[in-house]
Nanobody, 111 residues
């Protein structure tokens, strides 16, 4: 079981920075997990912001590229989201989540 605790949110002026933390605990191997940050603005659907896999490969939604940086510390079992040049449209509740990839199954569609 993995428990995640997000922290670091607050009030910041446009153009400012914040660093969010996602601390993981429980009986698991943290290195195996992909960690993702989502956000949900008032009246909007939850959206994926950034992910980082066990190899440190990162992905970002277009709206935060160049401004946000996701990183992980596998010793501290923590993932960070450094948010720079913040904009009013970044206002949202930010969530972190974790998952491991399954083996996958091939789908082939023939014509």
């Amino acid at each position: 079981d993995v428990q995640l605790q997000a922290s670091g949110g607050g009030l910041v002026q446009a153009g400012g920075s914040l660093r969010l933390s996602c601390a993981a605990s429980g009986e698991f191997t943290f290195d195996d997990y992909v960690i993702a940050w989502f956000r949900q603005a008032p009246g909007k659907e939850r959206e994926l912001v950034a992910t980082i896999n066990s190899y440190g490969v990162t992905r970002y939604t277009d709206s935060v590229k160049g401004r946000f940086t996701i990183s992980r510390d596998n010793v501290k079992n923590t993932v960070y989201l450094q948010m720079n040049s913040l904009k009013p449209e970044d206002t949202a509740v930010y969530y972190c989540t974790s998952f491991v990839w399954g083996q996958g199954t091939l789908v082939t569609v023939s014509s």
